[in-house]
Each structure stands twice: as structure tokens, then as C-alpha cells.
């Protein structure tokens, strides 16, 4: 498509649930990217992905979270037994080349989970 | 530690006025720097970039500057429309691919 796509645009979950978060980069991006942005403030760095490799994964805040991209293309971001402090806008970004230095990433309009 | 982080979290600003928006850094070691600005529930939306071997960069109404000296970042843009409203954050590129952002400036424009 013409931009990144992510769905759903709203997910409400109930606290100990699990959820799964969809990534639909611009067609031929090699890397893509997961951020997190809590309400007011910047989007913090989750994982980076360069095709199907997962090569930086220090972002992620605790080891329910989990991202794959098998055929890299599609993403997926799984968070597993879900809490309150999980609550935030999930943003994928995806860049044309790998090892890519000097190279802007370019973002859907995300994912905005609640959990109650 | 290290972050990139902007002057001031707030600016108004007089339809067709020029704009100038500041961002600070603290990592000299990083050498691409990208504008983007985020609407209400919408995803950063990409503005401009600059390279670290270069000092200014213009687009369509919109000019970056950087100062290297002083760290310092700044997103000009020219006769500010009601649609330049929105949350502009500077973002510095690091180990090659991960974005580091500020908290970023809300731009008002008054009619």
C-alpha cells in the first residue's frame, strides 16, 4: 500500500489477557521498527526488524512482549497476560534499507490499547 | 544520560507568522537528525532531515538548521498555516537505525 498500515486502530483488553498488534509496512521496506508512546510524550524504541531477522529487541519492556515477522513483510507485535501499564499507542515504522543509517522511517497511525 | 529533548514544551504563533521550533542534543556522536510532526491520533508524520555534515536543509516551507557546536537542532517554518497545527518532535538517529525522541513542542496557529 501507499503508507504503513497497523489494526487494529483500537483495542480494548482486559488486564491479563493476551493481544496481538498487526504491521503492514510499505511494500518493498526492508526494516521495520516498533515504538511505544505513553500519552504526552515521544515514542520510546521497542524492536527492529531487518527482513524476517530480529535484530535489536532491547527495547522491549519485559518478556511478555514478543515480535515476529516471518516472511518479512507483516509484523506482528503479541503482548501476553496484559497490564495496565501496557496501556499506550503501539507505532510501526518502516525504512527502504537495512543497516540503514540516514534513512527516514516512515510511521503508521498505530495501534491505541486500553487495558481495564 | 544521553537524549534529545526540545526547548520549550508549548508555542503559539500568529497565522502566517514564521515558526521556529528548538530542539537540544547531547550525543555528539550522532549524525542524522529527522523533524516529525504528529497530529491528533494520527502517527508521526515525516518532515525533514539533515545529515550531520551539513548545516541547513530547506523543503517546502520548512528549514532545518543545525549547530554542531552547541548541539543545537531547529525546525523553522515559514507563514504558519491553521494546518501546521500539531506536536513537532526531533528524533536523533542512533546505532544506525533506532530513533531516539524528544517530548516534543505543541504548535498552536491563532487565526
Known amino acids: 500500500g501507499a503508507g504503513v498500515s497497523q489494526s487494529p486502530r483500537y483495542k480494548v483488553a482486559k488486564r491479563g489477557q493476551d493481544v496481538a498488534l498487526r504491521c503492514d509496512p510499505i511494500s518493498g521496506h526492508v526494516s521495520l521498527f516498533w515504538y511505544q508512546q505513553a500519552l504526552g510524550q515521544g515514542p520510546e524504541f521497542l524492536t527492529y526488524?531487518?527482513?524476517?531477522?530480529?535484530?535489536?529487541k532491547s527495547g522491549l519492556p519485559s518478556d511478555r512482549f514478543f515480535a515476529e515477522r516471518p516472511e518479512g513483510s507483516v509484523s506482528t507485535l503479541k503482548i501476553q497476560r496484559t497490564q495496565q501499564e501496557d496501556s499506550a499507542v503501539y507505532l510501526c515504522?518502516?525504512?527502504?534499507?537495512?543497516?540503514?543509517?540516514?534513512?527516514?522511517?516512515?510511521f503508521g497511525d498505530g495501534t491505541r490499547l486500553s487495558i481495564l | 544520560g544521553e537524549s534529545v529533548g526540545l526547548h520549550l514544551p508549548t508555542l503559539s504563533v500568529q497565522e502566517g507568522d514564521n515558526s521556529i521550533i528548538n530542539c537540544a542534543y547531547s550525543n555528539s556522536a550522532s549524525d542524522y537528525f529527522i523533524w516529525y510532526k504528529q497530529e491528533s491520533g494520527k502517527g508521526p508524520q515525516f518532515i525533514i532531515d539533515i545529515r550531520s555534515n551539513m548545516d541547513k536543509r530547506q523543503g517546502q516551507r520548512v528549514t532545518v538548521l543545525l549547530n554542531k557546536t552547541v548541539k543545537h537542532l531547529s525546525l523553522q517554518i515559514a507563514a504558519t498555516q491553521p494546518g501546521d497545527s500539531a506536536v513537532y518532535f526531533c528524533a536523533e538517529n542512533r546505532d544506525d537505525y533506532k530513533l531516539s525522541f524528544g517530548a516534543g513542542t505543541t504548535v498552536t496557529v491563532r487565526a
Open positions: 526488524f531487518q527482513n524476517e531477522a530480529q535484530l535489536d
Open positions: 515504522a518502516s525504512s527502504s534499507r537495512g543497516g540503514l543509517s540516514n534513512q527516514p522511517q516512515h
